[in-house]
Nanobody, 124 residues
Framework: QVQLVESGGGLVQAGGSLRLSCAAS????????MGWFRQAPGKDREFVAS????????DYARFVKGRFTISRDTAKNTVYLQMNSLKPAGTAVYYC?????????????????WGQGTQVTVSS
């Protein structure tokens, strides 16, 4: 079992930055692809970014490219999402997930474990 705990959310003005963390426990996540998703009120959960088990490959949703950066620290068993130039449309609960196979990182159904989420609110 893998337990994931997100942190780092909060209230920020448009154009500001936040750094989300996803701390894993239970077992090492170095064999898992890790992803960030978000869910705005009344909307489906959507893919934001993912990073391969080695950290060599990162994928991003089109709407965050150039503004968000995903990274991982194997020693700390933690994954990060650096979010810059935030927009009000980015207001959502952000979740991290762990995917053992890593075949379809944008598919919610592929993820084996999820955290409880952290709220990000971007004011205009």
């Amino acid at each position: 079992q893998v337990q994931l705990v997100e942190s780092g959310g909060g209230l920020v003005q448009a154009g500001g930055s936040l750094r989300l963390s996803c701390a894993a426990s239970g077992r090492p996540i170095n064999n898992y692809l890790m992803g960030w998703f978000r869910q705005a009120p009344g909307k489906d959960r959507e893919f934001v970014a993912s990073i391969s088990w080695s950290g060599a490959t990162a994928d991003y949703a089109r709407f965050v490219k150039g503004r968000f950066t995903i990274s991982r620290d194997t020693a700390k068993n933690t994954v990060y999402l650096q979010m810059n130039s935030l927009k009000p449309a980015g207001t959502a609960v952000y979740y991290c997930g762990a995917d053992h196979w890593g075949t379809w990182p944008e598919r919610i159904s592929e993820y084996d474990y999820w955290g409880q989420g952290t709220q990000v609110t971007v004011s205009s």
